[in-house]
């Protein structure tokens, strides 16, 4: 899993089986420190409690869909969980 | 498995029922000599990984649930072993 902030929604027409009242959400992918690192993409959110500007944790590949009821759906990112702390340990010192 | 270090915690209060009670590391990429590669990932802990520990974290999906348990767990990277020493 790996960290990312929500950026805004989105609202799909038309979805496969399955999708129906799914929340997307479009994603900016962070790196460890809450920068933003790489491109953005749609994520299914698999909380569905995720809105703009949170921070979240995000799931890549087939183990995104098993966020969603039913699991067997077209998905390949999706949120897992919202984000209330982030405690990072300082560097260690070289002895 | 990849080697990774131990390098903060997560906390979340709302996330998908599948990681209740789950315990959320943020591990560090590394290379053979302990070096940080850049990388980071965010695993579920099944050891009792603590601050600063090397650890050994698998990132299948298929062994993360049979670990864990659950057919239907949203979760790729797990924690499966701390590293005492890396000889060599």
């Known amino acids: ?95 | 498995m990849i080697l990774a270090r131990v390098s903060g915690r997560i906390t979340s209060t709302i996330h998908h029922p599948a990681m209740d009670g789950r315990r959320l590391l943020l591990l560090d990429r590394i290379d053979a000599r302990g070096q940080a590669t850049g990388g980071y990932v965010i695993a579920v802990d099944t050891v009792g990984a603590g601050p600063g520990e090397m650890v050994l974290m698998l990132d299948e999906g298929n062994g993360a649930r049979q670990i864990l348990g659950g057919a239907d767990l949203p979760v790729r990277s797990v924690v499966v072993g701390i590293v005492d020493d890396l000889p060599g």
């Not at chain 1, 960290?3 to 959400?25: E, K, N, S, W």
């Not at chain 1, 087939?62 to 067997?72: G, I, Q, V």
């Open chain 1, 1 to 95: 899993m790996f960290l990312g902030q929500v950026i805004g929604r989105l609202v799909p027409a038309v979805v496969h089986d399955g999708l129906a009242g799914v929340p997307m959400l479009w994603v900016q992918p962070l790196d460890k420190h809450g920068q933003a690192a790489g491109r953005p993409f749609v994520c299914a959110d698999g909380t569905r409690m995720a809105g703009p500007g949170e921070m979240i944790y995000w799931e890549a590949s087939r183990e995104a869909a098993l966020t969603l009821d039913p699991s067997f759906v077209p998905v390949d990112h999706a949120v897992v969980g919202l984000v209330n702390d982030l405690q990072i340990d300082p560097p260690e010192k070289k002895p």
